[in-house]
């Protein structure tokens, strides 16, 4: 059992950055998949980034080159940098653990653990 909390989240201008957590507790983050998925009302959950076992690290097109996703193995945690923020980057957002297997790494559907959510809004 994988116990996430997000926070972070909040209210920035376009340009600017956050940096999101993802706290872990119940198995060390070292051992496990992780990912950040973000959903806006009315639609479905969507992959933003994902980190495997081994550190290397998967990206939305969407977000490629402005958010960098790692963990830090000393306090359980996983972080979301987001920079360059935009409008369309408003949701919430929610950090995730084990996927079932690789092929389901970019899939909500993939995952059984979560946390609660963190809401980013990007005002214009």
């Known amino acids: 059992q994988v116990q996430l909390v997000e926070s972070g989240g909040g209210l920035v201008q376009t340009g600017n950055s956050l940096r999101l957590s993802c706290a872990a507790s119940?198995?060390?983050?070292?051992?496990?998949?992780m990912a950040w998925f973000r959903q806006v009302p009315g639609k479905e959950r969507v992959f933003v980034a994902a980190?495997?076992?081994?550190?290397?690290?998967y990206y939305a097109d969407s977000v490629k080159g402005r958010f960098t996703i790692s963990r830090d193995n000393a306090k359980n945690m996983m972080y979301l940098q987001m920079n360059s923020l935009k409008p369309d980057d408003t949701a919430v957002y929610y950090c995730?653990?084990?996927?079932?297997?690789?092929?389901?790494?970019?899939?909500?559907?993939?995952?059984?653990?979560w946390g609660q959510g963190t809401q980013v809004t990007v005002s214009s």
């Open positions: 980190i495997d076992w081994s550190d290397s690290t």
């Open positions: 995730a653990a084990d996927p079932r297997s690789i092929a389901y790494r970019y899939l909500a559907s993939g995952y059984d653990y």
């Open positions: 119940g198995r060390p983050v070292r051992r496990s998949d």
